[in-house]
């Protein structure tokens, strides 16, 4: 079955406790994305990559790091987390010409206390 | 850079009603448009999308939407809403063919009355 996974699912931290969510699709797509959604804001982007080894900030990168060291992965990197990260975040992929279609991951929340 | 304005946050109709959804976007270009669905606790499900071509586009679940360039806008109609719907929508503009500078709106929460 083809799906975007996430992992985990939910997640309670504390301040500054470095954290990793990783993102992993199975549709050999070249552009994976980083989605971050709050109450009246709607999805922002944080980062995205348009293939191994190349990626670039989205919109609120602040605060985030990520790597693509394999097409399939695309890990999503809180060194320091802040109660400001609270939120639901959302890992993308996007097959190569198909006009951004994405295909979306079921979600990770995140409680930063 | 491109933008998306949904203008109601939160609708209520009742089942069986006709429903139209309100989606405005900013951009120089052509866009690429999308609606979503994010049922309760869910991710996010691609309602519909246009690209070029005929203006209204048909989806998935009975929903269709209307490109009007003079505008800017790509509102989400179904005729006959059902209590399943109740969701929140959410309304995208993409600018490229890879997924840079894609923007959603901030949604439209629906609610259906029995």
């Known amino acids: 079955e083809a799906q975007v996974t996430q992992n985990p699912r939910y997640l309670i931290t504390v301040t500054g406790k470095k954290l990793t969510v990783t993102c992993s699709q199975n549709?050999?797509?070249?552009?994976m994305s980083w989605y971050r959604q709050d109450p009246g804001l709607g999805l922002r982007q944080i980062y995205y990559s348009m293939n191994v080894e190349v990626t670039d900030k989205g919109d609120v990168p602040e605060g985030y790091k990520v790597s693509r060291k394999e097409k399939r992965n695309f890990p999503l990197i809180l060194e320091s987390p802040s109660p400001n990260q609270t939120s639901l975040y959302f890992c993308a992929s996007i097959k190569g010409g198909s006009y951004n279609e994405q295909f979306f991951g079921p979600g990770t929340r995140l409680t930063v206390l | 850079a491109q933008s998306v304005t949904q203008p109601d946050i939160h609708i209520t109709v009742s089942e069986g009603a006709s429903l139209e959804l309100r989606c405005n976007y900013s951009y120089g270009a052509t866009p690429y448009l999308f609606w979503y669905v994010q049922s309760p606790g869910q991710g996010l499900q691609l309602l519909l999308k246009y690209f070029s071509g005929d203006t209204l586009v048909q989806g998935i679940k009975g929903f269709e939407a209307e490109f009007k360039r003079s505008q800017s806008s790509f509102n989400l109609r179904k005729p006959s809403v059902h209590w399943s719907d109740a969701a929140e929508y959410f309304c995208a503009v993409g600018a490229t063919d890879y997924g840079q500078n894609f923007v959603f709106g901030p949604g439209t929460r629906l609610s259906v009355l029995p």
């Open positions: 549709m050999n797509h070249e552009y």
